[in-house]
């Protein structure tokens, strides 16, 4: 196997620090048979193919980054084309366990168990893995999608039931003996939405792939191990910083979530991004539910309408704390086409909407870069992608380093709100709730606990709606 430099700004050519494995024609890791392995679009989900059981049966499994468990569908569903029967695989091992993922419109269940997978554009040989299948579900499958299944990429805190239950990934570094790190590009950039499904993307197991990107890779450090947290500094509309209190882009978190269609801002970065945009586009005067999500514009086809947004700019804090880079994607990313009418009209969306309770680098972005989740040292890459390009021009940039002397030095909040100190905080609410009653002689109420916002990214753009995780 062949180490090379994992690139960034702070690894000079040779350096011993940040290696990655590289292609290995020859060797246990083939880089290169993993490339163009994903198939979809950002409106609905990338997928890989899987061979589950023995003899093996296929399906496409949609990649996502902001969840932990590894499901799939077990009985037949209207909106999925094909599901796992475990009755007809000689290898499955039921554990007895059920499993439940809530939504606050769906829902999920099904039950633990093993079984055999091999992945025909992934890593060589066949691994054994925590399967769930699914056997009722509600607003779970979405129509259209051409995905069976869902393979969670974070990490085990979010696991359900438990966080014993070993993730995907985490089983493949086990077995498989690779590094702990993968990488991920999707290639639809200026393409519909939802289109024909045949987009490429590439998902490269235990290390980077050379081909997928471009220039420099730029680490931020992961802030904390459950989603793939990281540290927003600052964000700009046509070069023009919004001004906001750093903690305002944090709040409550900033994930990178594969599974996530849109680019997410809290409600406050969100309003100041829409008026930014509105102020800066060459557009006097634009409907204010093209924004909200609830309207599109429509354009002669022959006409691009992205000359007439500007460029915007997300800053991540560097792994030297004193420095920052900017991920920048120009509106070809955030302008997106979604649907012709008639003959002559081109319809987008906007790819931007508000958030309750978190920052969501969701499809919208990531379909700029080259993505590297480097677990091993805690930080996820980023990397111009030459996929990229719209009628032969980039459309995402990435600069750097800047100075960090004009931000706090820490803009995530310092309270962790998932789940153990959220029970801890919540029993302790609850019994001080009870002693208020019974002084106050009051008839004590049912004080029951209620999941917070900031136990979900409640995302209406996600591909798995409203998910408690």
Known sequence: VVLRPGGGQQDPPGAADGLALASD????????AMVENLQGDSGRGYY???LIGTPPQALNILVDTGSSNFAVAGVPDPDVTSYFDPEL???YRSEGIEVTVKYSQGSWTGVLGTDVITMPKGLYGSYIINIATILESENFFLPGVKWHGILGLAYDALAKPSSSVETFFDSLVRQAKIPNIFSLQMCGAGLPVSGSGTNGGSLVLGGIEPSLYTGDIWYTPIKEEWYYQVEILKLEVGGQNLQLDCREYNADKAIVDSGT?????????????V????????????????????????WD???????LFPKLSIYMRDENSSRSFRISILPQLYIQPILVIGDNLQCYRFGISSSTNALVIGATVMEGFYVIFDRAQRRVGFAVSPCAEVDGSPVS????????????????SSVSFHEPVLWIASYALMSLCGVILLVLLLIPPRCQ????????VNDESSLVRHRWK
């Open 25 to 32: 024609p020859g060797g246990s890791l083939n880089f290169l």
């Open 48 to 50: 890989l193919e899987m």
């Open 89 to 91: 695989s000689s290898t």
């Open 261 to 273: 269609t849109l680019l997410r801002l809290p409600e406050k970065v969100f309003s100041a991004v």
């Open 275 to 298: 008026q930014a945009i509105a102020r800066t586009s060459l557009i006097q005067e634009f409907s204010s539910g093209f924004w909200t999500g609830s309207q599109l514009a429509c």
């Open 301 to 307: 086809r022959t006409e691009k309408p992205w000359s």
């Open 397 to 412: 940039e990435i600069d750097g380093p800047f100075t960090t002397a004009d931000v706090a030095s820490n803009c995530v």
């Open 449 to 456: 606990h209620r999941y917070t916002d900031n136990d979900v």
